[in-house]
């Protein structure tokens, strides 16, 4: 069974979501497009918390974001207790985020990397398993009550 993944955004991230969709299925993974549709000027908060919301909700197991600078999209969906998103720009951040902080939402900024690395980044993101142990303590320490 495939990984079952969200992904969202803004305008200025549409044309690197919809390139890492098509990807991201050939790899085998199940993906919703939570949008936008288009390029056009969108407000990205109607966007990531319904994004949120299904992977908060275990609907989806997780999410990418991407915006311009990945800033706008982290902070939203952080604004959701059972959300952990990580702006990530190269390979360890990715694979540190899952690994160190059990992140459930990938946060690119489609400015400032190329298509290539966003694919790679998401990929590691999915494929890097969380290590538990020590972090698994200070992870369940994020939320507030």
Same mark, same amino acid.
């Given at each position: 069974m495939s990984k079952k993944i969200a992904i969202g955004g803004d305008h200025a991230g549409f044309a690197?979501? #919809?390139?890492?969709i098509i990807k991201l299925e050939e790899a085998g993974y199940e993906v919703?497009?939570?949008g =936008?549709?288009?390029? %056009?000027? %969108?407000?990205?908060?109607?966007?990531?918390? =319904?994004? %949120?919301?299904?992977?908060e909700s275990g609907e989806?197991?997780?999410? *990418?974001? *991407?915006?311009?600078?990945?800033?706008?999209? %982290?902070?939203?969906?952080? #604004?959701?207790?059972?959300i952990r998103a990580a702006l990530c720009w190269n390979q360890d951040l990715a694979a540190l985020a899952r690994q160190h902080n059990d992140a459930n939402v990938l946060a690119l900024p489609a400015r400032f990397i190329s298509f290539e690395l966003a694919t790679?980044?998401? !990929? *590691?993101? *999915?494929?890097?398993?969380?290590?538990?142990?020590?972090?698994?303590?200070?992870?369940? #320490? !994020?939320?507030? #009550?």
């Open positions: 690197y979501k #919809k390139d890492l919703k497009d939570f =936008p549709y288009s390029d %056009a000027s %969108a407000d990205y908060p109607d966007f990531v918390h =319904p994004l %949120a919301v299904a992977v989806y197991e997780q999410g *990418i974001l *991407i915006c311009g600078s990945g800033n706008g999209v %982290a902070i939203t969906a952080n #604004k959701h207790q059972g790679e980044l998401a !990929i *590691i993101f *999915i494929e890097t398993a969380f290590e538990g142990g020590r972090h698994a303590t200070r992870v369940n #320490k !994020i939320a507030c #009550k």
